[in-house]
């Protein structure tokens, strides 16, 4: 059994898998909570863990009897053909996304939107090369911002059912500034990435998800799990 650890910056997100079958999925809060989980742990006995946070000893030491470990990092092998500039700043994250999309839509052209803390577009061609993409700030952090550098703007809630153009209260005005604006970004960014890969196939994954799928107006295909998928396809690649 494969265990599977994504420590992500507002979330550790864990899974076990049996072969390339995700078993069972679970979220934390923190690193101490998953580490008391010892049942849970104990399923497995090959890891890997990918993190964007600096410190990852106390999971390190937690899984440190398991017969195969890997730290997800820029020199670990991985089954595409890592093309970008300066792969020692990519995000563990986004490779591990491009690799769980082509496992699945192999030898296509594929646009991965990973909609979480930020929105981050990675691309991988039919040719199992992954090319890079972009990062641009997602939508807690735009609705933060907001409060963040005006001195009377509020921090407003996000509802992913707001559908209006015109905010009649600063409320939905900030609301339609982001959602729109959101929406239309990434919108036209697909479009694009259209005009150079005609046949994209265009998946969207991370925390939200949902909300992108149902309101892009592209054919989107979504994988909450893909990043999860991916680092086991990592594991199972270096094993």
């Not at 933060?144 to 939905?172: C, Q, R, S, Y």
Request: glycine fraction near 6%.
């Amino acid at each position: 059994m494969n265990l599977v650890i994504d420590i992500g910056n507002t979330q550790l997100k864990v899974a076990l898998f049996d072969g390339q079958r995700l078993v069972e999925h679970k979220v934390y809060k923190t690193v101490k909570q998953f580490v008391s989980d010892h049942a849970f742990i104990a399923n497995s006995d090959s890891a890997i863990l990918s993190s964007v946070v600096s410190s990852n000893s106390e999971i390190l030491n937690s899984i440190s009897g398991f017969k195969h470990v890997i730290e997800f990092s820029s020199q670990t092998p991985v089954p595409v053909n890592n093309l970008y500039k300066s792969a020692q700043t990519l995000g563990s994250d986004r490779l591990a996304a491009a690799v769980g999309a082509f496992s699945i839509y192999p030898f296509k052209n594929i646009l991965v939107i990973d909609a979480g803390t930020c929105i981050k577009f990675n691309f991988t061609n039919k040719n199992n090369e992954y090319l890079g993409g972009a990062i641009s700030p997602g939508i807690q952090m735009r609705l933060k911002a907001l409060e963040h550098f005006t001195d009377k703007l509020p921090l407003v809630k996000f509802n992913p059912e707001f559908d209006k153009l015109i905010g009649n209260t600063t409320e939905e005005s900030i609301l339609s500034g982001v959602v729109n604006g959101v929406l239309k970004e990434t919108d036209g960014i697909i479009e694009e990435y259209k005009k150079l890969y005609p046949d994209l196939t265009i998946v969207v994954t991370g925390g939200d998800c949902d909300f992108f799928a149902k309101r892009l107006k592209n054919r989107i295909f979504a994988h909450p799990h893909l990043i999860l998928n991916g680092l086991n396809e990592i594991l199972i690649y270096n094993t």
